[in-house]
């Protein structure tokens, strides 16, 4: 049928993005990471975690951002040194608005998803000049859409 026929053409939908999402200004040295982080299997946040205790711990100067649904927060926030827990903040879910200001102000968006249909929060971050951190496989090639001259850029590794 013609649906099988053009569902066998199609590679990528991309969303588009609000013509808000632009560059703000200056970056601050701040990794933000968005998403829905009860999802265990693909959003992988025991994946985040080990990534912003290595990353944070290497780089003195580094705040982590983590918003919207966090399960395992409390528990493993409340776990780190105290150089890397008033570093990492939870700020939960937040107003789109407020969202869009942190969003601005990041250098870097962290992606630990496995896959991804679309991964608005990193394509938002593309839009205002960050470097978006996941690693490229076939499940995540839609963050590749969303860059270009005027963008920020994906991180090689």
């Known amino acids: 049928a013609l649906w ?3 569902v066998r053409k199609l590679s990528l939908v991309p969303n588009p993005i609000s013509s ?3 560059f703000a200004g200056e970056k601050r040295n701040i990794i933000m990471a968005v998403g829905r982080w009860d999802d265990l299997l693909y959003k992988r946040p025991c994946l985040l975690m080990s990534t912003l205790e ?4 290497h ?3 580094w705040e982590a951002e ?4 966090f399960l395992t927060s409390p528990e493993w926030h409340g776990n780190l040194p105290e150089p890397l827990r008033t570093r990492i ?3 939960g879910y937040i107003p789109n608005i407020e969202l869009q200001k942190k969003q601005s102000q990041a250098r870097i968006s962290l992606c630990t998803s496995l896959s991804e249909g679309t991964h608005l929060a990193s394509a938002e971050a593309l839009a ?3 470097v978006v951190g996941p690693r490229l496989t076939p499940q995540l090639n839609c963050l590749q859409w969303y860059v ?3 963008s920020g850029t994906l991180s090689p590794n």
Do not use: E, F, V
């Not at 290595?54 to 711990?57: E, N, V």
């Not at 983590?66 to 649904?69: D, L, N, S, V, Y």
């Open 20 to 22: 808000t999402c632009r």
């Open 89 to 91: 903040h939870l700020a």
């Open 148 to 150: 270009s001259h005027d």
């Open 66 to 69: 983590i918003t919207a649904i």
């Open 128 to 130: 205002r000049a960050s």
């Open 54 to 57: 290595q990353a944070l711990a």
């Open 59 to 61: 780089a003195p100067h």
């Open 4 to 6: 099988k026929s053009i």
